[in-house]
């Protein structure tokens, strides 16, 4: 196992990950190449060699927006369209935009 295969890996994991999930991902190899290396079947200290992704707190997106950001963003919907109808419907159920599917019109 050598350097390049490891980054190989994450270049193909990483994809679609976010950092949380990724950390997740390196502390498992790590532990894997700990134990690989106590067996003798790969050279020691690769496990120290393989960086964690650092997340910070102000990275991450709030769980939720304040109320008056949530009024104003839909004060600047038009009323007139049909997405408002889903915007206000997500804003007031709490749901997450991913959990919503888009409406498709039949014209």
Same mark, same amino acid.
């Given at each position: 196992?050598?350097?390049?295969? &490891?980054? @190989?890996?994450?270049?193909?994991? $990483?994809?679609?990950?976010?950092?949380?999930?990724?950390?997740? %991902? /390196?502390?498992? #190899?790590?532990?894997?190449?700990?134990?690989?290396?106590?067996?003798?079947?790969?050279?020691?200290?690769?496990?120290?060699? &393989?960086? @964690?992704?650092?997340?910070?707190? $102000?990275?991450?997106?709030?769980?939720?927006?304040?109320?008056? %950001? /949530?009024?104003? #963003?839909?004060?600047?919907?038009?009323?007139?369209?049909?997405?408002?109808?889903?915007?206000?419907?997500?804003?007031?159920?709490?749901?997450?935009?991913?959990?919503?599917?888009?409406?498709?019109?039949?014209?």
């Amino acid at each position: 196992m050598t350097g390049h295969d &490891i980054e @190989t890996f994450f270049q193909a994991v $990483g994809q679609g990950q976010t950092l949380v999930s990724l950390q997740h %991902v /390196v502390s498992h #190899l790590r532990a894997l190449c700990g134990t690989k290396a106590a067996a003798g079947e790969i050279a020691s200290g690769v496990e120290v060699q &393989i960086d @964690t992704p650092r997340v910070y707190r $102000g990275k991450q997106l709030p769980r939720a927006l304040p109320w008056d %950001v /949530v009024q104003r #963003l839909l004060k600047a919907i038009d009323r007139t369209t049909r997405p408002y109808a889903g915007a206000i419907t997500r804003c007031s159920c709490s749901s997450r935009p991913m959990a919503c599917v888009p409406a498709r019109s039949s014209c």
